[in-house]
């Protein structure tokens, strides 16, 4: 049971890139949630989901695109990478308790 | 709109003694949940201790607590008899409704450190 995953851990991109993030989860949990972090600030909900093929806004999802194909995975896609997006990613899931848990972070710096 | 504020950027505290974090929090939604998480310098994020705005006792886990007065909109975080691996970022969150997804309100942490 390996809980929350995330691939990259870490990514380097160029302004104008793409690039996918990608969040997996094994405990069969309805709700999923991308959170991005910035230096010295809590975290900021960018998109969640609360069910396979269902995906809604956050709080700030400008430059951002997510989909759940699959109960178990959320992507977050980045179409055209920015310096402002630099920043660490946390992919979250949630079941029927209320606690949301994490997955270890990415990385990720657009120069 | 829902915040949450934690006003003590960082906090001292030598260790086996107890410390209190503070967090309160805004918000118009009758049915809601308190969370503290910690991140350590490694980063990921840990869950530590839930209370829901309807429970009447104080959530309680090992050596956290959560001071919850729902009157005051505040819900501070007391970890007795502090160790050195509890130096840490604390963060202090709320969710929405499940209508509204559940989603997590962070503030914007505490710095602890635990002096020997």
């Known amino acids: 049971n390996a809980g929350v995953t995330q691939t990259p851990k870490f990514r380097v991109l160029k302004t104008g890139q793409s690039m996918t993030l990608l969040c997996a989860q094994d405990m069969n949990h309805e709700y999923m949630y991308w959170y991005r972090q910035d230096p010295g600030m809590g975290l900021r909900l960018i998109h969640y989901?609360?069910?396979?093929?269902?995906?809604a806004k956050g709080e700030v999802p400008d430059g951002y695109n997510v989909s759940r194909l699959k109960k178990q995975n959320f992507l977050l896609g980045l179409e055209s990478a920015a310096p402002s997006q630099t920043s660490v990613y946390f992919c979250?899931?949630?079941?029927?308790?209320?606690?949301?848990?994490f997955g270890p972070g990415t990385r990720l710096l657009v120069l | 709109a829902q915040k949450i504020t934690q006003t003590q950027p960082g906090m001292f505290v030598q260790e086996k003694e107890a410390v209190t974090l503070d967090c309160t929090y805004d918000?118009?939604?009758?049915?809601?949940?308190l969370f503290w998480y910690k991140q350590p310098s490694s980063g990921e994020m840990i869950f530590l201790i839930y209370?829901?705005?309807?429970?009447?006792q104080n959530a309680t886990e090992g050596r956290y607590s959560l001071n919850f007065q729902k009157a005051r909109k505040s819900a501070n975080l007391v970890i007795s008899a502090s160790q050195l691996g509890d130096s840490a970022m604390y963060f202090c969150a709320m969710n929405r409704n499940r209508a509204s997804g559940s989603r997590l309100t962070f503030g914007e942490g505490t710095q602890l450190t635990v002096n020997p």
């Open positions: 918000t118009s939604d009758q049915s809601y949940g």
């Open positions: 979250a899931s949630r079941g029927f308790q209320e606690t949301q848990y």
């Open positions: 989901s609360v069910g396979e093929g269902t995906t």
């Open positions: 209370q829901g705005s309807y429970d009447e």
